[in-house]
């Protein structure tokens, strides 16, 4: 599923926040930024995220934090991020120990 033929979103931000500013591209790192925030359980940032995944649509696979898809106070983004993911041609889910994965 992850795989070195297709570049990953999440990178370490500090790195990503250089290299994209020194191309012209600082919305675009702030915007990562908050969109793997939202893969790594801060829900406030779905919006970031789904503008990012819009943005990129040669995006293969996307792995979740767990929580989002199993915690009670998340059910409605949960229906809201499985909806989108489908629309997105994410036709394949894998529930792992910590992780949500889905793929095309």
Same mark, same amino acid.
């Given at each position: 599923?992850?795989?070195t033929d297709f570049d990953q979103l999440v990178t370490r931000d500090d790195h990503l926040d250089v290299y994209l500013n020194l191309q012209g591209r600082k919305d675009e790192a702030k915007l990562r930024m908050r969109a793997s925030d939202f893969l790594d359980g801060?829900?406030?940032e779905y %919006? @970031?995220?789904v503008r990012l995944m819009e943005m990129y649509p040669?995006?293969?696979s996307v792995v979740f934090y767990r929580k989002?898809?199993?915690r009670q106070e998340y059910t409605e983004i949960a229906k809201q991020l499985a909806s989108l993911m489908k629309t997105l041609g994410y036709t394949t889910r894998m529930d792992l120990e %910590? @992780?949500?994965v889905f793929w095309k």
């Open positions: 599923m992850i795989d801060k829900v406030q %919006d @970031s995220f040669e995006v293969r989002i898809f199993y %910590d @992780s949500v």
